[in-house]
């Protein structure tokens, strides 16, 4: 028998597992084999990754769950797939749904043990790391711009992170992009919120009893989060503004029918991947003259503005808050970057002189359904290119979607070498 036929193309490593897998026995690490003579040997090899063993844990205070039954059917065909019991019923998915749909409902100390996957939608606790075996890949969403100690967390284990927030923002990735999905539900959720709050009508009406002016919205921020919430607000029939430093929105504000509002002078970098970026002085105070201004005469105002890596710009101002009328409200989805709003905290709504300030940045947690559809969505789209057609990662680090997103591999810090 030729060793070298099995070494070159892992004919019998292959064999071995889809045996296993037809047994209906969890592997838990690939293992190579190779053939000295006339003896075998097992020679594991912790880089060599057999087709996954992908588990789904059940996420702590959030609705929302990192895969629906539907998205679980597309991963069977090559992968054993891994749920913990009760993940999907705050996103009305049963643990019957994803038994039909070619998955195994287990515990999570369960998963913890076999599998070498792990998706969630946010960074799993301490406790869960400790528990996973060493080399199991985490596929989640870690933020290490907003928290850049936890790169060196992270790394403590023998443990491989992906993090799907660190996409870059091109159109090779914009299917696999969950900040815009997120974002996108977080937008229309926050008028929602905000017409809950505000004690009067957002629409124009005529009664018998006289009639009613729309309410009107400004919207500080215009990304997909602002103009998802400038295309609600409108349904509604408010009347709307949005204010972005970006001119490059200035269109697509006015195509849905918006007044866009714009301070001459300001900086825009495309680099910044979207986010809004530092600007001079002299153009925040003009900005700050506008915005006291605008939201004095406004009902509601939905602050969407994030600086990457940098604590969120303050937009709105004690001042500004006081000068506004008695039962308007502000969402403020900049919250735990530390808020748009001088007086906002995050998780927690403040009420200022007869002004509601709401700060709350996970708005699309309160959708759990159509959340995890679209997460799950863009999960999928990420997975056909970190898995090959076999089931086997793709470590190809050249790759701007993986380099990128992997921040750290087996223990290594990666994060700012891509």
Do not use: W
């Not at 284990?157 to 997120?182: E, G, H, N, V």
């Amino acid at each position: 028998m030729n060793s070298s036929f099995f070494n070159r193309n892992d004919t019998l490593q292959y064999i071995f597992f889809k045996f296993a897998q037809n047994s209906g026995l969890v592997l838990k690490q690939c293992d190579r084999y190779d053939h000295p003579g006339n003896l075998f040997t097992k020679q594991p090899t912790s880089d060599v990754y057999c087709s996954m063993i992908i588990g789904v844990l059940k996420e702590e205070d959030d609705a929302r769950v990192a895969l629906n039954p539907e998205a679980i059917t597309k991963l069977t065909s090559q992968n054993q797939l891994l749920i913990e019991k009760g993940a999907g019923l705050q996103a009305f998915h049963s643990d019957q749904e994803y038994t039909e749909a070619g998955a195994q409902v287990v515990s999570q100390e369960e998963i913890l043990q076999k599998a070498n996957f792990i998706i969630r939608i946010k960074p799993p606790a301490e406790t869960v790391l400790q528990g996973l075996q060493p080399h199991t890949a985490i596929l989640s969403s870690f933020q290490p711009f907003s928290d850049p100690a936890i790169v060196e967390r992270l790394s403590q284990y023998p443990l491989t992170y992906f993090s799907l927030d660190m996409l870059p923002r091109t159109t090779m990735a914009q299917d696999k992009d969950i900040l815009s999905s997120m974002a996108s539900i977080a937008g229309y959720r926050a008028v929602l919120e905000a017409a809950t709050y505000l004690p009067r009508y957002f629409p124009m009406l005529t009664t018998a009893a006289g009639s009613i002016p729309p309410a009107k919205v400004l919207i500080l921020g215009a990304g997909v989060a602002g103009l998802q919430a400038v295309a609600t607000a409108k349904r509604l029939g408010a009347v709307v503004e949005a204010f972005d430093t970006r001119t490059a929105v200035k269109e697509e504000v006015q195509s849905l029918g918006a007044k866009f509002v714009e301070v001459e002078g300001a900086r825009d970098e495309k680099s910044a991947g979207g986010y809004a970026v530092e600007q001079t002085e002299e153009y925040k105070q003009r900005q700050r003259e506008l915005i006291f201004d605008r939201a004095s005469k406004s009902d509601v105002i939905i602050t969407t503005a994030l600086l990457r890596g940098k604590k969120a710009p303050i937009l709105i101002t004690k001042e500004m808050v006081e000068a506004m009328k008695p039962g308007s409200v502000i969402m403020d989805m900049a919250a735990a970057g530390g808020g748009n709003c001088e007086l906002t905290k995050n998780g927690e709504i403040v009420k200022h002189q007869g002004v509601t300030i709401v700060g709350d940045s996970s708005l699309e947690a309160k959708m759990p359904m159509h959340a995890t559809q679209m997460y799950g969505k863009n999960v999928l789209n990420f997975l056909k290119v970190l898995l090959k057609e076999d089931g086997t990662l793709n470590l190809d680090f050249e790759n701007p979607l993986i380099g990128s997103t992997c921040i750290v591999y087996n223990g290594e810090i990666r994060y700012g070498k891509s």
